[in-house]
């Protein structure tokens, strides 16, 4: 056991409980330790609430990975993680080819996040905890995925943030420079430690297969395409075409890529713009589209943001659903933490007064399930968005 504590605020440890975060303003004192290195933390009369990584850098200073007065050792981490994959191998198949396997606070392992993508796992650090014991996660993983090589890909700004050196490259073991995978049916190039995430938006795998089921027979758009896999969807089931609006080159050349492997580029057009322009010169040229996707990068990366965020949220809203053709239907989204549920539905309905439109909501949508999400920690539901039909 640590005997480094972290003492909390009187009336801070109801929270503490419940939800693994304590920022600087939580805490009273805490005693000398080497940042990165597990704490106990306890109340303000010394009882003990539960032990994490303190780091003394960042305002968020100490994340809890458990509740119990248990060491944070190689066993531990042997357990979570079999939870972690346990949970992901409920149905007959077992452990899915394709998916996150480890989601940070909801697999009660803030700061990790392990992605399979076929035969390698992505593994990434955000905290320099668990920076610290990625040698303790590689051994886990190995030894519950039967030794599958794993590539780590730290993101550079929760690293700076952090205060540690971003791993890039094979952590454990060797494999492929690049994978191909399938997804219901659909098959994508990953280049390993490339792109955005881990290689793949895995979160939105489920509203992907939704869009290829609505798109049969259809026009569709996919604005913010990234690698193309609401297009690639669309296409393949049914959609007569489909535009791709994109600013970034490196994601235009994934999707151009993903289109081809899938033997549907040419019922494609893939347009290299600022996709806020684009939106408004479809609306001017008069287009329609059966099926729109709108599937922005987060607006809002803070709280100061929101304000801006929510006007482009309503903007592009706006524009797409003048643009649905009769019957048609809109797959929007925000992966903004601090636009909740409520005030997105409210962005979008205002979208829809302002545009005259009548949009009938279908579903509410969210992120895929093996992105779980706690009730008591709500950071873990980043990703919502509505399936909206034109009536």
């Not at 077992?94 to 593994?123: I, K």
């Not at 094979?170 to 955005?196: K, M």
């Not at 439109?357 to 895929?368: K, T």
Request: charged letters at 25%; hydrophobic letters at 45%.
């Amino acid at each position: 056991m640590t005997r480094a504590v972290l003492r909390l605020k009187r009336g801070r440890e109801a929270r503490a409980r419940s939800h693994p975060w304590i920022f600087k303003g939580d805490v009273a004192d805490v005693t000398d330790v080497a940042p990165g290195s597990a704490v106990a933390v306890v109340d303000a009369a010394g009882r003990f609430v539960g032990r994490g990584f303190y780091n003394p850098r960042p305002a968020l200073c100490c994340r809890l990975l458990t509740w119990a007065d248990e060491p944070l050792d190689e066993a531990f981490f042997r357990r979570r993680l079999g939870e972690a994959l346990a949970l992901r191998a409920r149905g007959p198949a077992g452990l899915p080819p394709l998916g996150r396997l480890v989601w940070s606070e909801a697999d009660g392992l803030p700061g990790l996040v392990v992605d399979r993508y076929g035969p390698a796992l992505v593994v990434q650090c955000l905290t320099l905890g668990m920076a610290r014991c990625r040698p303790l996660v590689l051994d886990g993983l190995a030894a519950l995925t039967d030794g599958l090589p794993a590539f780590a890909h730290d993101e550079a700004a929760p690293a700076r943030l952090e205060g540690f050196e971003p791993a890039h490259g094979w952590a454990r073991g060797a494999g492929p420079a690049s994978v191909e995978v399938e997804e219901d049916g659909v098959r994508f190039r990953v280049t390993l430690g490339a792109g955005h995430k881990t290689g793949l938006y895995l979160d939105q795998r489920e509203n992907r297969a939704r869009a290829g089921g609505l798109a049969a027979g259809r026009d569709v758009l996919d604005a913010f395409c990234y690698a193309g896999g609401f297009a690639c969807h669309a296409l393949a089931g049914g959609a007569r075409r489909a535009v791709l609006l994109e600013s970034s080159p490196e994601a235009l050349a994934a999707a151009r890529a993903n289109l081809a492997l899938n033997g549907v580029a040419a019922r494609a057009e893939v347009v290299a713009a600022n996709v806020f322009d684009e939106l408004r010169r479809l609306e001017r040229a008069g287009a329609r589209f059966g099926l729109c996707v709108l599937d922005p990068p987060p607006f809002a990366r803070s709280r100061s943001a929101l304000e801006a965020a929510l006007r482009g949220y309503k903007e592009i809203n706006l524009r797409a659903m003048r643009l649905l053709a009769p019957g048609g239907h809109l797959l929007t989204f925000s992966c903004s933490y601090h636009v909740s549920e409520a005030l997105f539905e409210e962005v979008c309905r205002e979208a829809a007064a302002d545009a005259g439109v009548r949009l009938r909501l279908l579903a509410p949508l969210g992120q895929a399930s093996d992105h779980p999400v706690l009730l008591t920690v709500p950071e873990t539901r980043y990703l919502k968005g509505l399936h909206l039909e034109a009536v």
